[in-house]
């Protein structure tokens, strides 16, 4: 009777077991580049593990786990302020684009390395800032959102390859 309901329990339980972990989707890879054409957008990375292969014709694609969109989270937001705004592409070999939903007014968008240094920092000016990442050896970044006060709006984490 013990072993039966241990049985019971055993099977009752795994099924919640197996809803309990959240996996995120993140790539860590040697390279990668996005390019847009009037034809198409090819977006790759390097490393990559393959798992199927289509082919018509000339054309082959080659799939990995690579995803067509990434919502790049931050990292610390700010309960005091609702500001909605989108960081891309990330990661990133040359630039990175810091895009506002409005026009934010008294505020910086200031990057960081990991020694806590400012690497770059620029004044909102308009709804769209465009950091030029190209001198910067490839590294872990953060990129944070401040205003007038020094208080810490949003924080992201960006990665130059």
Do not use: C
């Amino acid at each position: 009777m013990k072993k039966a309901i241990s049985f019971f329990l055993f099977f009752l339980m795994f099924p919640l077991s197996m809803f309990t972990q959240e996996i995120s989707q993140e790539i860590i890879s040697s390279s990668g580049d996005y390019s847009d054409g009037s034809s198409g957008q090819l977006s790759w990375t390097l490393g990559d593990l393959a798992t199927e292969t289509y082919s018509s014709g000339d054309i082959k694609l080659t799939q990995g786990f690579q995803q067509p969109t990434i919502e790049v989270t931050p990292t610390f937001e700010s309960r005091n302020y609702n500001i909605v705004m989108r960081v891309y592409p990330v990661p990133s070999s040359d630039f990175v684009t810091v895009e506002f939903e409005e026009i934010q007014k008294d505020m910086k968008v200031v990057l960081f390395n990991l020694q806590g240094e400012v690497v770059t920092s620029k004044i909102l000016e308009s709804a769209t800032i465009t950091l030029d990442l190209n001198s910067l050896s490839p590294s872990e970044y953060i990129l944070k959102i401040i205003n007038k006060e020094n208080d810490l709006i949003k924080s992201y984490k960006i990665v130059k390859h």
